[in-house]
């Protein structure tokens, strides 16, 4: 997802990438893969940077920028995003509050939740679950909302075998394995 970011940035113009993440370290991180993948491009690839500091990259030939921020109440409000990527949705603080906030940002952009497994929450009076990511995830998968369900299962990770499963069942509640 790094790389879409990088994408949306390097190829399309007036962009502007919005990553929330947990923590800000982990929104730093997912910047820096980003600056990462942006150096080990071919070097006519490279379109030059202006700013990169913990939390952002300005691509200003392209008058594009990707923003990586920590979840607090608001994140994202005020911004006019091309992308917002949802990073470890489902253990975000604020992950209601959030949604809500960045839906009017990306009236005609796009929104990609990502997220590993974290229980459902349980159900709320409105039927709903507890965790907005599962319970976006669930009505996905039913056709019940816009979102488009894409479960990347452990086998595609090199070196993740059966026996590797195996030890995170043994480890792991079986809905988070």
């Not at 800000?24 to 990169?52: G, S, T």
């Not at 921020?69 to 608001?74: A, N, Q, W, Y």
């Not at 816009?146 to 990347?152: A, D, G, K, Q």
Request: charged share 20%.
């Amino acid at each position: 997802f790094a790389g879409i970011a990088l994408w949306y940035a390097l190829f399309r113009e007036n962009s502007n990438v919005v990553i929330l993440s947990r923590r800000d370290d982990e929104a730093k991180k997912f910047k820096d893969r980003c600056h990462y993948m942006w150096k080990n491009l071919p070097q006519f690839l490279q379109v030059r940077i202006e700013k990169n500091n913990d939390n952002i990259l300005t691509f200003p030939e392209m008058s594009s920028e990707i923003n990586a921020l920590p979840t607090t109440l608001g994140s994202g409000r005020s911004e006019t995003a091309t992308i917002v990527i949802m990073d470890e949705w489902a253990y975000q603080p604020n992950a209601k509050e959030n949604y809500a906030s960045v839906l009017p940002i990306v009236e005609h952009g796009k929104l990609i939740g990502l997220s590993t497994a974290n229980g459902t929450g349980g159900k709320l009076p409105d039927g709903s679950l507890g965790n907005l990511f599962a319970d976006l995830w669930q009505k996905a998968k039913r056709g019940d909302n816009s979102f488009l369900p894409i479960f990347i299962p452990w086998t595609v990770r090199p070196g993740r075998t059966q026996i590797w499963l195996d030890q995170q069942v043994k480890a792991l509640p079986s809905h988070m394995a």
